[in-house]
Nanobody, 110 residues
C-alpha cells in the first residue's frame, strides 16, 4: 500500500485548503482510512477518518470546519479544511491500516 498526500501549503487564518491522498496497492476492507496530524512538540492525533463501516469521525476542534470525503473509483481520500486556525498548523498524514503517507505541511498564519 502506498499513500501519497498533496495539497498542503500556507494560508492565513480563516482561509481554506484541500488535502488529497491517492492510494495504490491493496486496500483492506477491515481498516478505516483517514487523516491525522502532528504539530511540533505534540503527539500525532486523529483529525478525521472513515471507519470500516463507513462512519465518519472528526476531532472535536475541527467539527463543522473540516469535511472528509473519498472517491473509491479514483482511490482518493480528501479533506476540505475551512476556517483554518493557527492551531491547525501541523504535518497532515493520510493513513490506512498500518500504512502512512509521507505527510504534507499545513501552516496557518495569523
Amino acid at each position: 500500500v502506498r499513500l501519497v498526500e498533496s495539497g498542503g501549503g500556507s494560508v492565513q487564518a480563516g482561509g481554506s485548503l484541500k488535502l488529497s491522498c491517492v492510494s495504490s496497492g491493496y486496500t483492506f476492507k477491515k481498516c478505516g482510512m483517514g487523516w491525522y496530524r502532528q504539530a511540533p512538540g505534540k503527539e500525532r492525533e486523529l483529525v478525521s477518518v472513515f471507519t470500516p463501516d463507513d462512519t465518519t469521525i472528526y476531532l472535536d476542534s475541527v467539527k463543522g470546519r473540516f469535511t472528509i470525503s473519498r472517491d473509491n473509483d479514483k482511490r482518493t481520500l480528501e479533506l476540505v479544511m475551512n476556517s483554518l486556525k493557527t492551531e491547525d498548523t501541523a504535518v497532515y498524514y493520510c493513513s490506512h491500516c498500518t500504512y502512512w503517507g509521507q505527510g504534507t505541511q499545513v501552516t496557518v498564519s495569523s
